[in-house]
């Protein structure tokens, strides 16, 4: 099975574009990561007895920018963004799911 796997990541002007090796790009707004973190902040998580912590915070981050990210192993990468966020794993196929709502 391909997989991809992105060759570049940079800021083109407010957006996070992503080129993969298949030759797609796929770009991102900053409100529209910062939203769909997959941090258990904002996704919220579930105990052994299925009660739901988290994930109850604002839906929306009007003005939030990305002001860096670092690459976590092979599989994802970890955005810092401008209201102090920085804790949501963002898998390879996290991001192309994400970019596939689009």
């Known amino acids: 099975m391909f997989r991809f796997d992105p060759v570049d990541i940079q800021l083109v002007g407010e957006e996070v574009a992503v080129r993969w090796n298949g030759g797609v790009e796929t770009y991102f707004l900053p409100e529209?990561?910062?939203?769909?973190?997959p941090s258990a902040e904002t996704q919220g998580e579930?105990?052994?007895?299925?009660?739901?912590?988290?994930g109850t915070?604002?839906?929306a981050f009007p003005g939030v920018k990305v002001l860096g990210w670092e690459k976590v192993g092979n599989y994802a990468f970890r955005f810092e963004f401008s209201d102090g966020h920085?804790?949501?794993l963002y898998s390879y196929d996290y991001l192309r799911n994400l970019a596939a709502q689009s």
Request: proline fraction near 5%.
């Open 57 to 59: 915070g604002p839906r």
């Open 32 to 37: 529209r990561l910062r939203a769909a973190s």
């Open 86 to 88: 920085r804790t949501g």
């Open 46 to 54: 579930r105990d052994v007895l299925g009660n739901q912590y988290g």
